[in-house]
């Protein structure tokens, strides 16, 4: 007697979750909530005002897509790397779960403008920099980001439309 309401109230308590996360999922485009959507914006759009570059909006549908790329890193034992030939630019962070959250993703993205002198990127000042400039870079309108979690890792993925960090070219 006493498994059978154990296994349902497991499976209840499993189609709620499920159903929080699908309704989630539906107004973010991804498994973040709307706490963490505005986070990451006010982060992006804090970094973007001091070059005084649009601020971006929230995409659902790029969000998307940075969802299911931070899930394939997930299942993929962890390895980082980044998407090939997808249309949307792109930044990368892991961390430790429940110590590091997407704010901080943001934040060390941020933090690269120190080693970002101006002028077209180039190798020599991309490569040190170039979360920073994806950021901030003012030809992008709208974000969205995913997260996953792989053994005690919490993987952030943000998406930009349209891309940038081209190679030649100045972000603001």
Not at 35 to 47: K, M
Request: charged letters at 25%.
């Amino acid at each position: 007697m006493h498994r059978r309401p154990a296994r349902l109230l497991s499976s209840c308590l499993a189609a709620l979750l499920l159903f929080a996360s699908a309704d989630a999922f539906a107004s973010t485009g991804s498994r973040l909530d709307r706490g963490e959507v505005r986070t990451l914006l006010q982060e992006h759009n804090r970094a973007r005002a001091q070059v005084r570059v649009p601020p971006l909006r929230w995409s659902p549908q790029v969000a998307t897509s940075a969802q299911r790329w931070a899930d394939h890193l997930a299942d993929s034992s962890c390895r980082m790397r980044h998407s090939r030939g997808s249309r949307y630019g792109e930044n990368l962070f892991i961390g430790t779960a429940g110590y590091y959250g997407v704010g901080d993703a943001a934040q060390a993205w941020a933090a690269e403008r120190r080693r970002y002198r101006g002028g077209p990127l180039r190798a020599h000042n991309w490569a040190p920099a170039g979360h920073y400039t994806q950021m901030v870079w003012r030809d992008t309108r709208q974000l969205g980001c995913g997260v996953s979690a792989c053994d005690d890792k919490e993987i952030v993925v943000c998406h930009y439309e349209p891309k940038g960090n081209y190679l030649g070219r100045a972000p603001y």
